[in-house]
Nanobody, 124 residues
Framework: QVQLVESGGGLVQAGGSLKLSCTAS????????MGWFRQARGKEREFVAG????????WYGDAVKGRFIISRDNAKNTVYLQMNNLKPEDTAVYYC?????????????????WGQGTQVAVSS
């Protein structure tokens, strides 16, 4: 089992930045691909970003590419999501997730463990 706890959400003006954190406990953090997803009210949850165990590759959803950066610190059991140039359409609950798969993936079904989410609201 892996327990994931997100933090860092809040209210920010359009064009601003936020940095989300997700800290893991339980099994070895570096055994997992980590990802961020988001779900806006009334919409399906969508993939935001993913990062390999050793951080040697990252991948992003089209809506955030060039604005968001995913990173991880395995010594701290933490994955981060730096969100820049935020837009009102980025407003959502953001979830981190852990996958035991051995391939880069955007599929929710490939992620085994999920956090409770943190709210991000971007005002225009």
């Amino acid at each position: 089992q892996v327990q994931l706890v997100e933090s860092g959400g809040g209210l920010v003006q359009a064009g601003g930045s936020l940095k989300l954190s997700c800290t893991a406990s339980g099994r070895a953090f570096d055994n997992y691909i980590m990802g961020w997803f988001r779900q806006a009210r009334g919409k399906e949850r969508e993939f935001v970003a993913g990062i390999r165990r050793s951080a040697d590759n990252t991948w992003y959803g089209d809506a955030v590419k060039g604005r968001f950066i995913i990173s991880r610190d395995n010594a701290k059991n933490t994955v981060y999501l730096q969100m820049n140039n935020l837009k009102p359409e980025d407003t959502a609950v953001y979830y981190c997730a852990a996958s035991g798969r051995y391939y880069d993936t955007r599929l929710q079904s490939a992620f085994d463990y999920w956090g409770q989410g943190t709210q991000v609201a971007v005002s225009s």
